[in-house]
C-alpha cells in the first residue's frame, strides 16, 4: 500500500520553476537588492486596549544608523485612510497603521523604525518606548457567543437561511444536536510576509511584495495612497505559500511605503514569524452547533447549523462556515444562522477552505455521529442523501461524480476492514480507527487576459498577472499552452506576477486552473487562428510557426485575449468535490494520535498537471491533520496576548507526523464550466480533511472530540 512514487499520480511534467527554487535561483519578495536599500522594522503595541499617551523615540533616533522613526504623531497621513470631505469616520475599515492613537489589539503597530541595516532597526526598535492608558480588552470568544450580530452579505451568500420547516429536525425519529469549536489557526506559509518599496518619482512607487494578487495590491495600494494604479507597479514573481494570508494589503505593506517616502530610500520591511501570527490574518475561532434530524432508515430530514465566529473590533470579516449544510446533502429542511464578534484581535482573514472548512468540520462530524446512532455505514449514509442537483438552487450540477470518489477512495483505504464497532480494533498495542469526510467548495471562473506572442525563434510567451503561491501554476499554463499549440513544453515561457500584464484574478478562492487556464487556451486557439489566416486556408492544425513567421518576415506574432464565464453560470452549480480516507492508531494510555493512512480523491474536472496536482492534494491533507491534531493560537486572555506565536509552541506536522498520502483523482473533465474541463483544487484538499481524522479518532476509541485540535490530553 505504502509505495512511495504511486506511479498513477506522479507522472507528468515536473515543475518548470522547480529547479529555480530548489537552486535558491528563485527570487522571493524581500531577496532583491536595490540602490541604498534601508531596512525597517515594526514595533508593537504591548497594551490590548486603549489609548497611545506619548511614544518616546528619542533613544531609536539616537541609536546607531537609523534614519527615521514613524509613529502616528509624525507620520505622512496616507491620504485613503481620511474620510471625503463632510464624510464622518468610518465605524470599520482596513487597520489604518499608525493613523491615530487608538489600540485595539495587541501587537497592533506602533512604530516603524528604519536604519542602514536589519539590525540596527531591530535594536533601534526595542528602545521605542510608549505609554499608555489601559481600557478593559475582550479576546475570548466563547465568553461573548451572545453578543455576535450577523454580517452584511458577501459573494451573493446570506448569513440567515431557511427551507422548509425550521425545527423539522428535531421532529425527526432519530436526531442529535451537538456543539463544535475551532480554535483560531494561523497560515504560517514558510515565506515571512515581507515587501520592499521604493518611490520612482514624487507619485509613482515599485513594491516588491508577496501576494496573491498583483492587481489587487495594486489597486489597493493605488486607494490608500490616492494615485493611478498605474503609477504603481507591483512584482510578486515567486511567493513561498500563502493559503489566503496574502489576499489583502497588510499594514506592513504601507508602512514600507510611507516609510520609503520619508526617508527618500528604498526600504525593505520583513514581519517576523511572531509577526506573522498578528498581522496577516488567520482562520477564525468559531463555535458551531449542529441539530440533525433523520428517519431510521438514514434519509436526512432537517438540518439546523448555528455559527459564531471572532472578528477584529475594526474589521467584520466574515466567511460562512454554515453554507455547506445547506448544500452538501440532499435535505428538505434546513436553517442556518451565522453572526460574527468584534474582539481584541487581529482581524480574520481567508485561509484555505474558508467557511467550508470549518463548516464541514461540525457537518461531517454530525454526520458520523448520526451513522453510528443510526448503525448505518458512514458512507451508506452520505449516498443516502446524495444530492443529484444542487438543494439550494435546484440547479443541475455541471459535474458531479463524488460517488466515484467514496469508491475509489474506500477500495485504496481498504474501508471493507473497518469495524462499525468504536474500540474494537488494535494493533500492537494501538487502537485503530478508520474515518471519512466529504469536501467540497464552489468552482468559480473570474474574467482573466492572457497575452501569447509565439517569437521567430520559436519560443511561445505568455504573460497575464497571476500569482503563483506553489500549487505549480506555471507548470499547468505551460502544459496547456503546449497541448494547444502541439508544441513542447520546453518551447513555452509562463510570464507572471507583475501588475504591468494583462489582467488575472487573484489566486484565490481556487480559481485559477479554471480561470488563467480557459485563458491560456484560448490565446493559443486565436493564436493559431492567425496563423492560420496568414497561411491560408488548408493549413495544418499545427504549422511550423518558425517557418511561417520567416516566409512572412515577422518577428512575431501575438494576441491578447479575453476570457470570462458565459450565460452557464445561470443554468448550473458548480462544485469541486473530495473524500478524505483517514486511518489512525491511537495509543489507549497516552492518547497520542499517529495517522497511519490517509487516501484522498479529488473530483476536480480534467486533471491538467497530474505531478503538481498530487502536490496540491497531499499539502491539504497535511494541512487538515495540523487542523485535526496541533494546531491552535493559545491567547493568554488575562493580557490579550498570544502566548505560541513561534513554531516552537504553535505546532504544524512535520515529516514524522506524516504517513505516506495518496492523492487520487477522477479525473473527469467538467463539460460545462469552461472550455478546458477544469476545476479548481486548493480548497477542496483540505476540506474534509479534519472531520476524517477526528471521525478515525472515534472508530478507534469511541471518544467524540468536537472541540479541536485533537490533543492526547482530550483522549485520556
Ligand atoms: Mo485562499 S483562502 O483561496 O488563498
Known amino acids: 500500500m505504502n509505495k512511495l512514487n504511486h506511479p498513477k499520480s506522479s507522472t507528468g511534467p515536473s515543475r518548470v520553476d522547480g529547479r529555480l527554487k530548489v537552486t535558491g535561483a528563485a527570487k522571493y519578495s524581500a531577496e532583491y537588492e536595490l540602490a541604498g536599500l534601508v531596512y525597517g522594522v515594526l514595533v508593537g503595541s504591548t497594551i490590548t486596549k486603549g489609548v497611545i499617551k506619548s511614544i518616546d523615540t528619542q533613544k531609536a533616533l539616537r541609536a546607531p544608523g537609523v534614519l527615521a522613526v514613524i509613529t502616528h504623531f509624525n507620520t505622512p497621513v496616507v491620504p485613503g485612510y481620511v474620510p471625503e470631505k463632510g464624510k464622518p469616520e468610518p465605524e470599520k475599515s482596513p487597520l489604518r497603521v499608525f493613523y491615530d492613537d487608538k489600540i485595539v489589539f495587541n501587537g497592533q503597530p506602533i512604530a516603524l523604525v528604519i536604519a542602514e541595516t536589519f539590525e540596527r532597526a531591530q535594536f533601534a526598535g526595542s528602545l521605542v518606548k510608549a505609554e499608555y492608558t489601559e481600557d478593559k480588552h475582550i479576546t475570548r470568544l466563547t465568553d461573548h457567543l ?46 515571512l510576509h515581507a515587501c ?56 506592513h505593506e504601507v508602512a514600507a511605503v510611507i516609510g520609503a517616502k520619508v526617508v527618500k530610500r528604498p526600504v525593505k520591511l520583513v514581519l517576523s514569524r511572531q509577526d506573522m501570527f498578528t498581522s496577516v490574518g488567520y482562520r477564525p475561532h468559531t463555535w ?76 461531517e462530524s454530525a454526520i458520523d455521529e448520526l451513522s453510528y446512532q443510526l448503525n448505518i455505514d458512514p458512507i451508506e449514509l452520505r449516498m443516502k442523501n446524495y444530492a443529484e442537483t444542487d438543494p439550494q438552487s435546484n440547479k443541475p450540477y455541471s459535474s458531479k461524480f463524488l460517488n466515484e470518489a467514496y469508491k475509489m477512495g474506500a477500495d485504496h483505504i481498504g474501508w471493507s476492514d473497518r469495524s462499525p464497532k468504536p474500540g474494537a480494533v488494535t494493533k500492537d498495542g494501538w487502537l485503530v480507527g478508520y474515518g471519512v469526510s466529504g469536501g467540497v467548495f464552489g468552482a468559480d471562473r473570474e474574467p482573466a487576459t492572457v497575452k501569447a506572442t509565439m517569437m521567430a525563434d520559436g519560443m511561445l510567451v505568455l504573460q497575464t498577472a497571476v500569482s503563483d503561491i506553489g500549487p505549480g501554476t506555471g507548470t499547468a499554463m505551460v502544459a496547456i499552452a503546449a497541448e494547444t499549440m502541439g508544441i513542447p513544453a520546453e518551447k513555452v515561457r509562463f510570464d507572471l506576477g507583475d501588475s504591468s ?216
Request: one cysteine or more; glycine letters at 10%.
Open 146 to 191: 451572545d453578543n455576535g450580530f450577523t454580517p452584511g452579505e458577501m459573494f451573493g451568500m446570506t448569513p440567515e437561511y431557511s427551507r422548509g420547516t425550521v425545527a423539522a429536525w428535531n421532529t425527526a425519529p432519530v436526531k442529535l444536536e451537538q456543539e463544535y469549536i475551532i480554535p483560531s489557526e494561523v497560515h504560517n506559509p514558510m515565506e
Open 501 to 716: 500584464y494583462p489582467n488575472a484574478p487573484q489566486q484565490g478562492g481556487s480559481t485559477i486552473a479554471s480561470s488563467v487556464g480557459s485563458a491560456v487556451y484560448m490565446a493559443c486557439t486565436d493564436l493559431k487562428e492567425k496563423f492560420q489566416q496568414l497561411i491560408g486556408n488548408g493549413g495544418k492544425d499545427h504549422p511550423d510557426y518558425v517557418k511561417v513567421l520567416k516566409e512572412h518576415k515577422l518577428d512575431k506574432l501575438e494576441v491578447v485575449t479575453d476570457s470570462k464565464a458565459g450565460s452557464e453560470v445561470d443554468k448550473y452549480q458548480m462544485y469541486s468535490w473530495s473524500v478524505h480516507f483517514v486511518v489512525v492508531h491511537v495509543h489507549p494510555a497516552t492518547g497520542v494520535v499517529k495517522v497511519d493512512k490517509v487516501a484522498c480523491v479529488a473530483d476536480s474536472g480534467r486533471i491538467i498537471s497530474p505531478k503538481t496536482a498530487r502536490s496540491q492534494v497531499i499539502g491539504g491533507a497535511v494541512m487538515g491533520i495540523g487542523m485535526a491534531l496541533t494546531e491552535e493560537a493559545v491567547y493568554d486572555h488575562r493580557y490579550g496576548r498570544l502566548v505560541n506565536s513561534n513554531f516552537g509552541d504553535y505546532h504544524v506536522p512535520v515529516n514524522a507526523d506524516i504517513p505516506q498520502i495518496e492523492a487520487l483523482f477522477v479525473n473527469k473533465p467538467d463539460p460545462i464550466i469552461n472550455p478546458i474541463g477544469a476545476k479548481g483544487m486548493g480548497e477542496i484538499s483540505l476540506i474534509g480533511m479534519a472531520a476524517a481524522v477526528a471521525n478515525a479518532v472515534y472508530n478507534a476509541t469511541g471518544k467524540r472530540i468536537r472541540t479541536l485540535p485533537i490533543t492526547p490530553d482530550k483522549l485520556v
Open 288 to 363: 458551531q452547533k449542529i441539530g440533525i434530524g433523520a428517519t431510521a432508515d438514514g434519509k436526512l430530514v432537517g438540518i439546523t447549523h448555528n455559527a459564531v465566529g471572532q472578528t477584529s473590533a475594526y474589521e467584520d470579516f466574515a466567511e460562512f462556515p454554515t453554507g455547506v449544510s445547506r448544500y452538501l446533502y440532499a435535505c428538505p429542511n434546513v436553517d442556518t444562522h451565522y453572526k460574527i464578534v468584534s474582539l481584541n484581535v487581529g482581524s480574520p482573514i481567508w485561509m484555505r477552505g474558508p467557511g467550508e472548512a470549518t463548516g464541514t468540520f461540525a457537518l
Open 196 to 251: 520592499i518599496a521604493r518611490w520612482d518619482a514624487e507619485n509613482k512607487f515599485t513594491v516588491w511584495t508577496k501576494t496573491q494578487g498583483v492587481k489587487e495590491t495594486q489597486n489597493e495600494l493605488a486607494a490608500f495612497f490616492k494615485l493611478p494604479p498605474e503609477n504603481i507597479q507591483v512584482n510578486s514573481k515567486f511567493v513561498g505559500g500563502a493559503f489566503g494570508s496574502a489576499l489583502q494589503v497588510w499594514s
